[in-house]
Each structure stands twice: as structure tokens, then as C-alpha cells.
């Protein structure tokens, strides 16, 4: 999930936020995973350690809701069909809600390896 961003670059500045925002709601819309019901969340790989402990701490309805989103998802793939617009995800409803999850994790685990790196010497007096 630790990738090379340049987000926070870019929010950070108006003149490149005011830029880049239409782009990337263009993007959004262009990808299509919005007119399957996905959030962008629920396109993060399961592969990795930290992704499965942050799926395992979501709540049960979120977790509920994600699994019925992927498989509504795969249905319309299937299908070769889209859903109707009023089932599609707005961008007020794409929040993030995996990616606190894994940031959090990630962060006890760089604090769980720091303290155990870490060694300890008696003082001399």
C-alpha cells in the first residue's frame, strides 16, 4: 500500500489542486468502477498481510456491504452490462474507508519494528 504519491504535493498547492481536480474526476468517472458500484477502496489487492488484517478489523456491515459490492460488480462483468444510474457510486458516496484502516496498521507495525530494533544498554555509574 506504501507507494510514491505526489498527493500531498499537489493538494498542498491551489494552483496545481485547481488543475488536477477536474482531471482526476474525469479519470474517476473514465475507469468505470463507479458504474460497477465499486468504491476505490475495494480496488486495493487482497494479497498483502496488512490489507487482510485491515479487512478482518472493518466492521461487519462494511465488511457485508464490500462483499456485495464486488459481486454485484462481478455479476455486471459477466453480464457485460452497467448498472443504472441510480445504483452507480457518486463521488460523495466513494469514501475511503479501508485506507485508515491500513495506515493505522501500517504505522503499528513500523512502531512495532522500531521497538524491536531497539537496544538496551545498562548505564554505567
Known sequence: MSKPSWTNFIMKRPYLDRWFRPLSRWYCEVAGWRQLGLKSDDLIPEENDTVLLALKRLPPKEAYDRVFRLRRAFQCSLAHQLLPKDQ????????LYL?????????EN?????????????RKL
Open 88 to 95: 452507480q457510486t457518486t463521488e460523495e458516496e466513494d469514501y
Open 110 to 122: 513500523k512502531e512495532k519494528g522500531d521497538l524491536e530494533a531497539m537496544i538496551v544498554k545498562k
Open 99 to 107: 485506507t485508515p484502516i491500513i495506515k493505522q496498521i501500517e504505522a
